[in-house]
DNA sequence: GTTAAAACATGATAAAAATCATATTTAAGA
DNA sequence: TCTTAAATATGATTTTTATCATGTTTTAAC
């Protein structure tokens, strides 16, 4: 369904939007020591995300990662989009070509309406959305 | 969600479901036509089923694989098991450890419910019953 | 301007998943 | 009993995904 890859950069981009900003930049090492995830790794994925302008970058010292107000616009659909590609979450649970409410797949009644759910929260909530609810208590991120 | 080879297999076995019977084996060339699998992929997917008498074989001419009446009593899930063993489908969908209904990860209320409906079918419906939604036009096998 | 701290770019390696190949065993039928 | 058609067993290869390593560029601070 999702990458390891996309599952990192979610849970990175989650973690600027409650531990960044414009003025307090935060850098790889630490994001990846605070989300456990392999910073050489993390690195790679945070400048696509931040060549795709999803998120925002400065070099040098006191340099690092942050979300934008801009930034913080942005679904998760978006950064799973740069880094999964487009295909992997729309396709059918058997990856079956012709697999449509026409013609559904043994399957597709089952999986179909939380996918539905699934993908349109994933692309309607905005990561402020997201960082909102853990501020309030109501989802979490543990490690 | 599912592997490559879990899906394989589960389109291989509601086939089998479909077109065999005790005495009306079927060989792993036509069934790998038939669902569009690669046939020697296919064969040691079908042959850890059969170890695991998820479905029935018998070697030598005339040989091939079949469904028994037992055999149909089984669910998809006994099927993603063997192939992909336990612990894939039931874990969070960011791969959090800690992630749980006291502690829910941004995305679990999203994926949760449906997710659970979706294991429930597979672990509750046998394939019999798969099959028998085909055979009435519920659902359909295309390619 | 020199230094150092950060992202950026690129490519090498490792691990896992998918695919292919080939020899062995079993059983039907002549 | 011999041949042949099938599954079975085993392992090699390829592809994809994940991970690691290292050099380059940018920029703040002195």
Chains 1, 2 share one sequence.
Do not use: W
């Not at 890859?5 to 020591?33: C, D, G, P």
């Not at 945070?46 to 060549?51: A, C, I, P, V």
């Not at 992997?88 to 449509?100: I, Q, Y």
């Not at 997201?130 to 543990?142: A, N, R, T």
Request: glycine share 4%.
């Amino acid at each position: 369904m999702l990458s390891n890859s996309s599952k990192y950069a979610i849970k990175a981009v989650l973690y600027l939007a409650l531990n960044s900003s414009e003025e307090k930049r935060v850098m790889v090492k630490n994001i990846s020591t605070a989300i456990n995830v392999p910073q050489a790794y993390l690195a790679k994925l945070l400048q696509e995300l931040s060549k795709e302008r999803i998120i925002s970058s400065v070099k040098g010292p006191k340099g690092g990662f942050f979300l934008s107000s801009l930034n913080l616009q942005n679904t998760l659909m978006d950064v799973i989009d740069v880094i999964d590609g487009k295909k992997r979450l729309n396709s059918c649970v058997l990856s079956l070509e012709k697999c449509d409410l026409d013609k559904p797949c043994p399957l597709h009644n089952i999986i179909s309406p939380v996918k539905h759910k699934f993908i349109y929260n994933l692309q309607n909530k905005t990561i402020k959305d997201f960082s909102l609810e853990i501020k309030s208590g109501i989802s979490f991120l543990p490690l």
